[in-house]
């Protein structure tokens, strides 16, 4: 790849000229990657657990920042606490299982052990190691996330402690985020089990279809077939009660779009009554009301930027993504559900999931095969400016739409119509994001009253 550039080599955002545009080595080098883990993961709010996977006490997780390894744990006195999932002696991964529950946490190398409070409990064999005057005013405790906080039962972290408090980061989002997060007045939990897998492409391009209506009939048109022979010869089995997708494509939906590189798909729900949380409706009507029970039926796609999606489309799911090289991504899907959810209404829920989100599903490997068709041509470096990014910009407002406005949500963009637009204007929130923190590495070609 050539010499890293200004950000504007990267990001063309003109929108007084009708332009936006980005740049295919924005994919595809790795000098760029490993500034996003500087500037993006390591300054920034990313997602790490649901309050609800550690109920009991010394319950543990592990997860990432980026490329950094993070321990998640709640102590015997019941606190959540994130540290760096690193051994202060040599620097080995200390937590090498997903979950678990445990009292201490051991190292495998040398055997430092640590409480489920990050403290260091023991240095083996420190009686006799001879080690000098200073070490013991040493802190050999884990070293914690500067920054953790949770809404709603989401729990973030982050790297730098010059950020933000996580409300004001989340902003005008949060409206929407309630309408996943407030199913039940238990709160939120993961289905057991979790779908996780690798792709060979960046990132960012799971980031971008996770509000991607654009390419549903192209990638996806075996899942569109099969769901609709199902609703003609066998309507009365479970597996038939997925949404039929011709019916959505019929429907009034839109993008909004957020602060901090947030952003929204919606659309009209034709078949609320396939919707797992229609069991609940008049518990959530009498709770919430009503306008947030009807929207609560509505498809929605949700980008937390920069590492986590709640997808509300076929069943509800909470992805991540771990940017493991410039050109592999990890992925971990959850299947997420309402606390105290009927048995019938969960096994539901969860035949929906594996019919179009399992790795063997319909979806899962349709999408990871484009992202990787997509990467071997930025590979090449000459694909220069992608236009995929423009449509609907002719659509797009300042500001809430009549819809946003109704909630009382206030977005900074939106776009409403028919689904025949098939936007692309939600991915601009997370590219201004992305400008917004790259620009004091990469430089500018701008002047500071040009720059958005």
């Known amino acids: 790849m050539n010499p890293l550039k200004p950000v504007e080599a990267y990001v063309d955002d003109r ?65 959540i606490g994130a540290f760096l999932n690193i051994c202060r002696h040599k620097g080995a991964v200390l ?12 190292c495998n190398y040398h055997g430092w052990a640590y409480g489920t409070n990050g403290k260091s409990i023991d240095i083996k064999d420190a009686q006799g190691g001879c080690y000098p005057p200073r070490f013991e005013s040493e802190d050999h405790n884990l070293i914690p996330v500067a920054r953790m906080e949770s809404y709603k039962g989401l729990i973030f972290g982050c790297l730098s402690p010059d950020v933000g408090p996580l409300s004001e980061y989340l ?13 039940s007045p238990q709160g939120m939990e993961f289905v057991p089990g979790r779908i996780t897998y690798t792709f060979n492409a ?32 066998n309507a009365g089995n479970v597996e038939a009660k997925m949404f039929d997708w011709s019916k959505r494509l019929t429907q009034t939906g839109g993008m909004f779009g957020f602060e901090n590189g947030h952003t929204m798909v919606w659309l009209n729900q034709p078949q609320p009554e396939r919707r797992p949380v229609y069991s609940r409706l008049e518990e959530v009507r009498g709770r919430l009301g009503e306008t947030p029970a009807q929207w609560m039926l509505k498809l929605r796609n949700i980008t937390v930027f920069p590492n986590m999606q709640i997808a509300d489309a076929t069943s509800l799911l909470l992805r991540t993504f771990r940017p493991l090289a410039h050109n592999r991504t990890e992925m971990r899907v959850f299947c997420m559900a309402p606390i105290g959810e009927e048995p019938e209404v969960r096994a539901f829920r969860l035949r929906q999931f594996e019919d179009f989100f399992n790795v063997s599903g319909f979806a899962t490997p349709d999408d990871t095969t484009v992202y990787e068709d997509c990467q071997v041509g930025f590979a090449s470096g000459r ?14 407002i300042v500001g809430p739409s009549e819809s946003a406005k109704a909630l009382g949500a206030n977005p900074k963009y939106s776009v409403e119509g028919p689904w025949a637009i098939q936007n692309e204007t939600c991915f601009h929130p997370t590219y201004r994001q992305w400008v917004k923190l790259m620009r004091p590495a990469l430089g500018s070609g701008q002047s500071k009253e040009e720059q958005v």
């Open 171 to 183: 902003g005008e989002l949060r409206t929407f985020l309630d309408f996943a997060m407030e199913q």
């Open 95 to 106: 937590c090498r299982k997903e979950s678990g529950n445990t009292k201490f946490v051991v």
């Open 15 to 79: 929108p007084e000229d009708g332009v936006f545009q980005v740049h295919s080595d924005i994919f595809a080098d790795p000098a760029i990657f490993e500034l996003e883990q500087k500037e993006i993961f390591g300054k920034t709010w990313c997602f790490l657990a649901l309050e609800s996977q550690l109920p009991k006490p010394n319950d543990y997780i592990t997860t990432y920042i980026g490329t950094s390894p993070i321990l998640v744990m709640r102590d015997g006195k019941g606190r």
């Open 383 to 396: 694909g220069g400016w992608m236009q995929g990014y423009q449509r609907g910009m002719g659509a797009t």
């Open 202 to 233: 960046n990132w960012k391009l799971q980031m971008d279809n996770g509000t991607d209506f654009y390419h549903l009939t192209s990638t996806h048109p075996s899942f569109m077939e099969v769901v609709q022979r199902r609703e003609n010869e």
